[in-house]
C-alpha cells in the first residue's frame, strides 16, 4: 500500500523557517517525480514544488522561487521541502504528491501537514 | 501561465443525476491533465489522468474527455459519496495549474 507521510509544520513566525517532511512508503520512491501542493485555508489547491527522480530538475511556483527548495532522498524515501522567509500567505496544508502527472500508478497524496504563518 | 478555467464553480444535483464539469485551458495542453476529488477535511484523490483514463479503483460512473484545451469530468449516475470538490490540473508545462474547484452539493 502506497503511503505518504508529510511532518514538520507547526506554527511559526514571520520571516521564520521550517523544513516539512514526507516519508514514503509502499512504492519504489526512486522511480516517481514527486511534488509538493498546498491549500490554504477554505480555498483550492496551488502546485508549489516538482522534483525529478535524481534532484536534477526542480521547478517551482514562482511566489515561492528563492525562498522554498525542494530536496530528496531516494536512499531514505523521503522528500522535503525547506522553507525560508516565511509569510502570511504561505499558511497553508502542505501536501506531498506522488507522480502528481504519471499514468497509471501515480498521484497518491498523503493527508498534509498544516503550516501556520503568524505573529 | 496556463489558465485553467473550471466550471461550473458550484452544483447543486440530485442522486442519479448526470454531472458535467468542464476545464478550459488557457493554450492547448495535449491530453496533460488530470481530475481530483476532494472531500471535507481530507486529501484529494486522483480520479482521472491523461484526460480521459480512469484511476485504478475508481468507479466507472466516473469519465473525462477531451483534449487541447478542452476538456469534461462525467459523473453518470450520481452517488451519495460522490457530493464532494472537484479540482482539474494541467501538467503540460511549468507552472502546474490547478482549476478554481466545482463543488458538488446535494439538491
Known amino acids: 500500500e502506497v503511503q505518504l507521510v508529510e511532518s514538520g509544520g507547526g506554527l511559526v513566525q514571520p520571516g521564520g523557517s521550517l523544513r516539512l517532511s514526507c516519508a514514503a512508503s509502499?512504492?519504489?520512491?526512486?522511480?516517481?517525480?514527486m511534488s509538493w501542493v498546498r491549500q490554504a485555508p477554505g480555498k483550492g489547491l496551488e502546485w508549489v514544488a516538482n522534483?525529478?527522480?535524481?534532484?536534477?530538475?526542480?521547478r517551482y511556483v514562482d511566489s515561492v522561487k528563492g525562498r522554498f527548495t525542494i530536496s530528496r532522498d531516494n536512499v531514505k524515501n523521503s522528500l522535503y521541502l525547506q522553507m525560508d522567509s516565511l509569510t502570511a500567505e504561505d499558511t497553508a496544508l502542505y501536501y506531498c504528491?506522488?507522480?502528481?502527472?504519471?499514468?497509471?500508478?501515480?498521484?497518491?497524496w498523503g493527508q498534509g501537514t498544516l503550516v501556520t504563518v503568524s505573529s | 501561465d496556463i489558465q485553467m478555467t473550471q466550471s461550473p464553480s458550484s452544483l447543486s444535483a440530485s442522486v442519479g443525476d448526470r454531472v458535467t464539469i468542464t476545464c478550459r485551458a488557457s493554450?492547448?495542453?495535449?491530453?496533460?491533465l488530470g481530475w481530483f476529488q476532494q472531500k471535507p477535511g481530507k486529501a484529494p484523490k486522483r480520479l482521472i489522468y491523461a484526460a480521459s483514463s480512469l484511476q485504478s479503483g475508481v468507479p466507472s460512473r466516473f469519465s473525462g474527455s477531451g483534449s487541447g484545451t478542452e476538456f469534461t469530468l462525467t459523473i453518470s449516475s450520481l452517488q451519495p459519496e460522490d457530493f464532494a470538490t472537484y479540482y482539474c490540473l494541467q501538467h503540460n508545462s511549468y507552472p502546474l495549474t490547478f482549476g478554481g474547484g466545482t463543488k458538488v452539493e446535494i439538491k
Open positions: 493554450q492547448g495542453i495535449r491530453n496533460d
Open positions: 504528491v506522488r507522480g502528481i502527472g504519471a499514468p497509471g500508478a501515480g498521484g497518491d
Open positions: 522534483v525529478n527522480l535524481d534532484e536534477s530538475g526542480k
Open positions: 509502499g512504492f519504489t520512491f526512486s522511480s516517481y517525480w
